[in-house]
């Protein structure tokens, strides 16, 4: 299984990116991705999260600071997660991490990165 993320860049505040991570390697049935960040000399914190191949459609989970503004979506015949990113601020500037949980939905631990058994090497969003 690979996760490969792509996307980031700098970009001026108030200014938005998408995010793009093709996994590869795996089709399951259930089970849910998320999208993590990681700013210098801070922890790995949760950013959103989706459950996909969902019979009935899965749900998306949020920060709650980042909901108003940040957008997870999926397109399963891509095998392709996004993350779509408006009025971009310079407490956003982290790398942005993709990942993969292949055996649950996501559930009220999403935002927790043990759930995740793969992991995209990142991304870098810089917002100046």
């Known amino acids: 299984v690979q996760l490969v993320e792509s996307g980031g860049g700098s970009v001026q505040a108030g200014e938005s990116l998408k995010l793009s991570c093709v996994v590869s390697g795996y089709r399951g049935t259930t089970n849910c991705m998320g999208w993590f960040r990681q700013a210098l000399e801070a922890e790995r914190e949760g950013v959103a999260a989706i459950e996909t191949n969902y019979l009935g459609g899965g749900g998306t989970y949020y920060a709650d600071s980042l909901k108003s503004r940040f957008t997870i979506s999926e397109d399963s015949a891509k095998n392709t997660l996004y993350l779509e990113m408006d009025s971009l601020k310079p407490v956003d500037s982290a790398t942005y991490y993709c990942?993969?949980?292949?055996?649950?939905?996501?559930?009220?631990?999403?935002?927790?990165?043990?759930?995740?058994?793969?992991w995209g090497l990142g991304t870098q969003v810089t917002v100046s």
């Open positions: 990942a993969l949980d292949r055996f649950a939905g996501c559930g009220g631990g999403w935002s927790r990165p043990s759930k995740y058994e793969y």
